[in-house]
């Protein structure tokens, strides 16, 4: 399985950006799926997660309320859509997923089976 993600980009704080992870080579049904950033100098970070199963999500408490986790019908696509984003949400955001379904594993670990290469996004004040 490998991951893609798109849709990063250059916004202005307050504005929004929609990111995508899509697998190729499998679907998402089954496993647990999320999104991590890092910056220079500090350690990657967790964003949001998502178990496919029954759809429960954690998100990190510096995106609550502003950034959503989903997945489309077909479960082949990971999104992330980021509202109100802020300069300290400039990174890189890579997309991970693990096919066992362990989500909390994947949440308090950052164990992942598959990740992606990672996709630029920087928030200007």
């Known amino acids: 399985v490998q991951l893609v993600e798109m849709g990063g980009g250059s916004v202005q704080a307050g504005g929004t950006l929609r990111l995508s992870c899509a697998a190729s080579?499998?679907?998402?049904?089954?496993?647990?799926a999320g999104w991590f950033r890092q910056t220079p100098g500090k350690e990657r970070e967790r964003v949001a997660a998502?178990?496919?199963?029954?759809?429960?999500?954690f998100y990190a408490d510096s995106v609550l309320c502003r950034f959503t986790i989903s997945t489309d019908n077909g479960k082949n696509t990971l999104y992330l859509q980021m509202n109100r984003l802020k300069p300290e949400d400039t990174g890189i955001y890579f997309c991970?997923?693990?096919?066992?379904?362990?989500?909390?594993?994947?949440?308090?670990?950052?164990?992942?089976?598959?990740w992606g290469r990672g996709t630029q996004v920087t928030v200007y004040p």
């Open positions: 991970a997923a693990d096919r066992r379904g362990y989500l909390l594993q994947l949440w308090e670990k950052s164990l992942a089976d598959y």
């Open positions: 998502l178990f496919m199963r029954d759809g429960r999500t």
């Open positions: 080579g499998s679907s998402f049904y089954g496993f647990a």
